[in-house]
């Protein structure tokens, strides 16, 4: 009778567990990452809409 070579199904299931687990985690980061860019974006342009609206308020007020 064959023996049930258990050391090495257990050492597989850990490695698929392992890269579950880090691919998972790749998923993660990705995903933070994209939120930190599109809040950079979101500052950017509110930064940039402050500044024209700065300057217009500039002009108007050295029109009147």
């Known amino acids: 009778m064959a023996r049930d070579d258990y050391s090495f199904q257990k050492r597989k ?17 990705e995903r933070k990452n994209m939120q930190a860019k599109e809040s950079e974006a979101q500052v950017s342009n509110e930064n940039s809409g402050q500044s024209s609206e700065a300057s217009e308020n500039s002009k108007q007020s050295s029109e009147a």
């Open 13 to 29: 299931k850990e490695l698929a567990r392992k890269k579950k687990k880090e691919e998972k985690r790749q998923r993660k980061l």
